[in-house]
């Protein structure tokens, strides 16, 4: 097992790199010259010249990358132009909406999306599985925007359950928070809840198909420990990678769903950075973000071993 | 009578319904298993032999199978009886073991849990009781130091070692009846010996009677005392394992032996193969269902279906014209001249 | 053994059984069919836009502001009494571009990158450490980023989305040779002499074209719900040009009284995504015999 952890872990390092590399190509991509804005228009080409010495914008590229990286590896980020300060103390600040919101999503995801797999896989070819499988082609065939607006639409303006937009902050009070969380979680939740539960039916399905099952019935065990010991407990890796991607998904749809719902979270710095071309900030912010979702990832493989005695155990390669 | 066999099959008939329609898997099998006895159920892919066995302990799905006819099994139809009932069975008076053991062990738990979870649920005994009564099955398996074994997992252990524990944990709660579906298939020649020799002496320590099914007319050789022949979801011959390896009366079952390469036979000769394929279920053929790949056809097999009829003291054939084709081939018939 | 013709005429008659018996599938497949027709149906819209559209896209009118549906305007009007008919058409033909666009190009460089990774390890650890890289930033997030950095037009939506989509193709197909490259008719070939070159195009390729075509139409998909999501949030196909996801949030501070501003395009983004998902899963039905049952 150690030594899978240790492989993992390292195999994240030239991720990481490239990660960086991206996103470091994307600055450069950005038009205009960061020296010129800065000194203004009235700077004269000198001036501009002696700003790119001093900012080390004339050296070469793999230099720049290597400062550049230098200053990532030490928290430093970039600073917000318009928010005047920097990128990192920002993303902080905004973090606390977004993760709750996320976290919300993801588990009204799982809590709905991993017994209805089980149900549609247990129930093949019935009406129940044909009705989960109809629902959630239709989860996966909408922008999680276009269902934030309709479930406003639906639950708060026409049936007046829930509040139209805006947030409260944990501190005002539990059941607040979450009142004003409901439909954006919903919104962003069903998404994913809708491939979760796919992804469990068919990895459940799989597993059933298993000699080990007809093995377990032979047994004499009953129906349902047959399925929610036997073949979970098997069913679950493939699950539980996609639900590590639906994390990253989660954070990316709270761009589009704060915006909808005026929540001011992460989504809400990089659209008002992109609004404002506040550069540094939205690539800091993207940085981040690719940041977590790596290390989510390992996360989830590393719990790989919890499930799977072949992994933990596994001495060769 | 019939109530003296452990095991008696009368008129099994087996229906897949699929999108093109019913297929016929297993039509009109009738045969019967005593305690002590192996009897082996012999036949090629396809011919419904695995069909059969899973019927016995209802492990098909009843939403895609039909089955008809009787399973008697002391006393009880098990075709009658609930799913409650059922599963008070499995495992407990009747055990399975299935062909490939790498795939039939669940791979998350350690092999311990997993008998120890058979004997819990048909012997109310606790955990710990569980395991010991499991290590005591895995040392009467031949498997060394199983208290330690206890503990690992399925991919820790060999093939042959993998089958012991299946053995292991379908005699955990002592059957009366096991159901072995191709057991050696997936093991080296070498273990192949081992597990056959393994199953006769608990066979002999438990009186269990065994149903084995193979293609491996060796296999069949060693280990039974008496042979049925699946074709195409039929018996078409039955007997005492030594009347069918010297005197086999169906051409099916002639051909199944002039196939196996003789080691010290004619070198130069060529391989024996029956012409034909095994028709595929939804293009059962009319009449006799060997009559297209039989080279004693004739026009009355390829329009009646023959009936499995007495050809002997304890030989059964599903053949009309095997008396002729006895006497035209190994003019052993004098000896073997009827009832 | 004498030739048999009767043979020959028989493996005939076995193909044609077989492609009766695909078509029959295809036919009673409702979804695949359902799936296929809508698909058809918009992509004759996008096609044939110009002379579909009732009004020009872009022509405001202060005196029709916010009608909702009549019998001029099908659709109603948005705020500035732009047609919505026309410009949900219109906006049906970026989206059918961008989305064919991104699911072809990403197809070609996945294909590519997927094959040759399959074939060779040093080049696999490569590609695939990239693959990884730009598979961990969020679809649409790096999508945001590289339309903030190269600007915001059709062309750049349709390269940032195949940026982002070409490695999830490039995974598929690479898993789908090295599968395939396993199977022991492939180590039959290499034993016989066949190139490796050879071997990838002429052998493994064509094995995954059924992957690839399934992975197509969902990239298609995914392709237009970002696409939309971009617009939507003012990041893609850039005002006035019409898409169903600029409509959309212009739609959304009327949402009140105009709410078929919202409705409409909405029915056209999910019917033809779901449309897309339901001629994919069907392809994947048909195609892959494993996956069923």
């Not at chain 1, 990286?69 to 902080?92: E, Q």
């Not at chain 1, 459940?204 to 399925?227: E, F, H, Q, S």
């Amino acid at each position: 097992m150690k030594a899978y952890i240790i492989r993992r872990v390292l195999s994240t390092i030239p991720v990481l790199l490239v990660v960086a590399v991206v996103v470091f190509f994307l600055i450069h991509l950005t038009p205009g010259d960061p020296a010129a804005v800065i000194l203004g228009p009235d700077a004269t080409v000198d001036e501009i010249n002696q700003l790119r010495e001093e900012m080390g914008l004339n050296d070469p590229i793999f230099v720049q990358f290597v400062n550049w990286f230098g200053k990532i590896i030490r928290g430093d980020l970039g600073w917000s132009v318009y928010m005047k300060m920097p990128v990192l103390d920002a993303f902080i600040e905004k973090l606390g909406p977004t993760l709750s919101l996320a976290i919300f999503a993801q588990i009204l995801a799982i809590v709905i999306a991993i017994p209805a797999g089980i149900i549609a896989a247990n129930f093949r070819g019935t009406k129940k599985d044909q009705a989960i499988m109809t629902f959630t082609l239709f989860g996966i065939s909408i922008p999680n925007f276009l269902l934030a607006l309709l479930l406003v639409l639906l639950f708060a303006v026409h049936l007046q359950w829930f509040p139209v937009a805006g947030y409260q902050p944990l501190s005002s009070g539990l059941l607040n928070h979450l009142e004003y969380l409901v439909l954006p979680a919903l919104a962003l939740g069903t998404i994913q809840a809708a491939l979760i539960a796919r992804v469990t039916r068919a990895s459940m399905l799989d597993v059933l198909n298993a000699n080990y099952i007809k093995t377990a019935r032979a047994k004499g065990l009953r129906r349902t420990v047959v399925i929610w010991k036997h073949a979970l407990k098997n069913a679950f890796i493939p699950i539980l990678t996609v639900i590590g991607q639906s994390f990253g998904q989660l954070i990316a749809g709270a761009v589009v769903t704060e915006t909808v719902f005026n929540i001011p979270g992460i989504g809400q710095l990089i659209i008002n950075a992109i609004m404002r071309r506040d550069f540094e900030v939205i690539q800091g912010t993207v940085l981040l973000i690719a940041l977590s979702y790596v290390l989510i990832n390992l996360i989830v493989d590393l719990m790989y071993g919890l499930f799977d005695p072949r992994v933990r155990l596994n001495r060769r390669n | 009578m019939k109530s003296d066999h452990l095991l008696q099959v009368t008129n099994l008939k087996i229906t897949f319904k699929t999108e093109e329609g019913n297929l016929t898997a297993v039509n009109g099998v009738t045969f019967h298993v005593d305690h002590g006895e192996i009897v082996g159920l012999v036949g090629e892919s396809g011919c419904g032999k695995s069909v059969t066995s899973e019927s016995i302990l209802g492990l098909l799905d009843k939403k895609r199978t039909r089955c008809e006819g009787e399973i008697r099994y002391k006393d009880r139809n098990l075709l009658e009886l609930s799913e409650d009932r059922m599963r008070e069975i499995r495992g407990n008076e009747i055990s399975m073991i299935f062909q490939d053991p790498m795939s039939s062990l669940n791979p998350v738990f350690t092999i311990g849990d997993q008998i120890a979870e058979a004997i819990m649920i048909h012997q109310k005994v606790n955990r710990k009781e569980a395991l010991n009564r499991a290590v005591e099955m895995l040392r009467l398996t031949g498997i060394p130091s199983p208290e330690t074994r206890i503990r690992e997992y399925p991919h820790q252990l060999s093939g042959g070692m993998r089958q012991r524990v299946m053995i292991a944990l379908a005699l955990s709660c002592r059957p009366s009846l096991l159901i072995a579906d191709e057991p050696t298939t997936a093991l080296d020649v070498t273990i192949q010996n081992q597990i056959l020799e393994l199953i006769k002496s608990l066979k002999e320590e438990l009186n269990m009677g065994v149903l084995l099914i193979t293609h491996d007319l060796g296999v069949v050789a060693e280990t039974c005392s008496r042979v049925l022949v699946m074709y195409l979801g039929q018996i078409i011959e039955e007997a005492d394992v030594e009347s069918l390896f010297e005197t086999p009366l169906h051409p099916y079952t002639q051909g199944l032996l002039k196939s196996v390469p003789q080691p010290d036979g004619d070198r130069g000769r060529r391989l024996h193969v029956i012409k034909g394929t095994v028709p595929s279920l939804d293009k059962i053929p009319q009449g006799c269902r060997f009559a297209p790949r039989c080279e004693y056809a004739t026009d009355k097999c390829r329009q009646q279906d023959p009936e499995l009829e007495a050809a002997g003291s304890s030989h059964r054939v599903r053949c009309w014209h095997y008396k002729e084709i006895m006497e035209g081939g190994t003019g052993r018939a004098a000896a073997y001249e009827s009832n | 053994m004498e030739a048999k013709p009767m043979e020959t005429q028989s493996i005939n008659q076995i193909m044609k059984a077989r492609r009766k018996l695909v078509i029959r599938r295809m036919l009673g497949n409702h979804a695949l069919l359902f799936g296929m027709l809508i698909l058809i149906l918009f992509g004759v819209i996008a096609i044939f836009a110009p002379l579909i559209a009732t009004h020009d896209p872009y022509a405001i009118d202060a005196t029709a502001r916010l009608q909702p549906p009549n019998a001029e305007h099908l659709f109603g009007t948005d705020k500035l009494g732009r047609d919505l008919f026309s410009r949900i058409v219109y906006g049906t033909q970026s989206s059918m571009i961008v989305g064919f666009s991104v699911a072809l190009l990403s197809s070609f460089f996945g294909l590519i990158i997927g094959l040759y990774s399959a074939y060779y390890q040093t080049l696999d650890h490569v590609l695939m450490r990239i693959v990884d890289g730009l598979m961990a930033f969020p679809a649409i997030l790096l999508a945001i980023a590289i339309m903030a950095a190269m600007g915001q037009n059709i062309f750049n939506v349709t390269i940032a989305l195949s940026i982002v989509m070409t490695p999830v193709v490039a995974r598929v197909i690479r898993s789908t040779a090295l599968v395939i490259k396993e199977q022991t008719y492939i180590e039959a070939l290499r034993a016989l002499g066949a190139g490796s070159l050879r071997m990838i195009w002429k052998h493994v390729a064509p094995n995954t074209i059924s992957q690839l075509i399934v992975q197509f139409t969902y990239v298609f998909a995914i392709s237009i719900i970002i696409e939309a999501s971009l617009s939507f949030l003012g990041v893609g196909i850039p005002a006035p040009e019409p898409s169903w996801g600029n409509i959309i949030y212009e739609g959304k501070e009327v949402i009140y009284q105009s709410w078929w501003m919202t409705v409409i395009p909405g029915a056209f983004i999910v019917l033809s995504v779901l449309a897309l998902n339901l001629f994919g899963d069907g392809l994947r039905d048909l195609l892959d015999p494993h996956a069923r049952k």
